[in-house]
């Protein structure tokens, strides 16, 4: 927890741009949401790896967000049957079935579509809140947080230390 | 600042040829792994695999020494099999499809001992809970009794009540979302205000009949494509209240199956006709039962009324979409089979055996035949000429058979064997995806019995009278459906049942018949109130029948 909580807090104090946090998180909500094992996952994990994210933030953030995916699934059925139902894509999700991708992507199950639609969208809408969140925090908060206990308490502990070699 | 990390890219790579190089590694044991765990469970004994070989150009998997132990006797296999080889076609793998162009089976033994039990402990995960109430002791029960068996029983009533909730809860759920009101009746009225207009603008002036001309022919393929919208709801809304009609009628039904399943399980159910089902039905039932349900799961649990099907998983719903790359699943063309042992001899062919078997195109057939002291063959043709629509015709003998250690039944004193007699058995018949007809019939010349020790009133005057006997026959007729099929056991050995137990099982049946009734009426609760579920059917049919007359008019004004 402790760990956590370090890894968390040297991300939002480290030298790396807003930006870069803020899409850590992004990608951590669609890994969360979505099943693990899942083609588009791959993708993601690409991303991650190629574009400077922060994947301190994006480790640390994966748990919650996968918890938050484990309770939500029933609605996300919901959401992934209605989109694969909708009449009016339903010539556009058989052709995408009849492709390679489409075939191991595993989108014709409600749960995956929908996990991932949601995800996708909250992504989307959570990019730009936590890029905001983190300016705010930095310009704002950093300096009176470090002045509490804890936070000198925990700067001195050997948990810090480890994190900042 | 780069916004790109090559190492990044670098690692992902390094990453993916690692668990590439782990999965082919650990594949063979997930192969041999799965095997054995869903053919345990499926069987009830254990099923064990020694080696799996993967070899992948071209994909070929060989699996060595498959063992599957007997449930009865699990100091014994059923059966061995010393290699079963095959080669995946890698272009259909990449469409998630196996296709098998020759599969070996070769080194069939049966029955062979094995050096340690193939009992699984603790028995299946997932255990039947109708096994739980089967007692073969004549039953004295008290009220209390009673209740309790209702309670823990897993009625047919309940299950097809949720069943017909389910279907009902879907309905309305679309039918709430396909006739929303408001929706239907923007669209009509928009329709409506457009041939207003119109009307009013030709009143004014003739001439702009010929301007808004257009505009007319517009409004009625609109109010075509609304009432072509309505038809196809109305042809629907037929086929869903049919389908819940059934479906109430069905769980009305339900008691009376209930009633009917409980006092049959107990060997109460015909009377003294009851027991052969109860004593024998265990032996000889089974397969049938596990034929008929895995045709029916192969139709799989289709639950949707939409275009394209959907099944449940574990991964939530699978949405299935017509599928261009049109070959089943998992496709065997050519099944080879062969096995012997000192005493017979096996040979079989096989082709093209799918799943979906819809989607083969041509009828599957296995065709076994057995040759040693006397002669066994088994022969299945099943046509699938859609999903909706199969055949399977089966006809399979075995003639002048001697058997040894066959297990006639099971009661509680332990197993009665056939210690030596012979064997001629029939099974023929036809099953289709609406209609069951099976005739298994057994006969046993000369049978040498040897019943359990310790035996004490009717089972020891049966035990005697058994033994005496020049020729004992069952017979197993399959009827009614693939969902609920009727398997009902006849016997020669009825007679006996009836001189030892016959008049007491009688009294005992009507006895507690009537007591069981009431116990089930007071668990499914009062179903009187089934009728009323299609009321909403009336409504929505009053409101599609509204905006079509509407519409109706509208048209005829153009």
Redesign the interface.
Known sequence: MLTILVKLLKALNSEQ?PGQLAFAVSLAIILGFT?LLSLHN?II??V?????VNLSLLIVSYPLFALSGYLL?PF??SV??NI??M?SL?PF??SF??T?FG??S?F?????M?SFVVGLVTAIIVFPLAKFAIVAYREKWLQRFNQFKIMKMLKASKFWQLYSE | MKIFRLWGVIAFFVIGLLLALIWYLVAPAIIANSIESVGSEALGAKVEVEQVDLALFPLRIEIDNLQAADPDQPMNNLFEVKQINFAVDSGALLWKKVLIDELTIDGVQLNTPRTSSGALEGGRATQQLADNIASVDLPEMTEDDIKQMVAKADLITTKRLNKLNKTQSKMQDYWKSALDKEANKKRVAGLEKEYKRLSKRAKDNKMNLLADRKAWKKLKKGIDKERKVISDLNKKLKTDKNKLKQQIASVRQGPKDDLNAIMGNMGLGNGVAGLSDKFLGPQFTPWIEKALAMTEGMTSSEDSTEDAPVYSTSQGQLVKFRDKQIFPDVLVKKLNLSGKDSQWQLSGVGSNLGYFPWLVGKPGKLDLDIAGDGQANLSIVSDWSSAEKMQTKVDSSIKQWQVSNMKLMQTDQGSWLVNSGELNSTLKGEFTLEKVNLKLSIKLSNPNITAPENLSGWQKILAKSLNQQKQLSVDVSATGSLKEPDIKVKSSIEKLFSAAIGAKVKQQAEKLKGKFTSAISEKVGDLSSLDGITGDFDQWSEQLKGNDDLLKKLKGGI
């Open positions: 741009s099943p791959l994990l690409l991650a790896l190629w574009f400077r699934s996300f059925e992934g049957l694969l139902q009449p339903l999700w058989e079935f009849n390679l075939r191991w595993n014709y199950y409600s749960g995956v929908g």
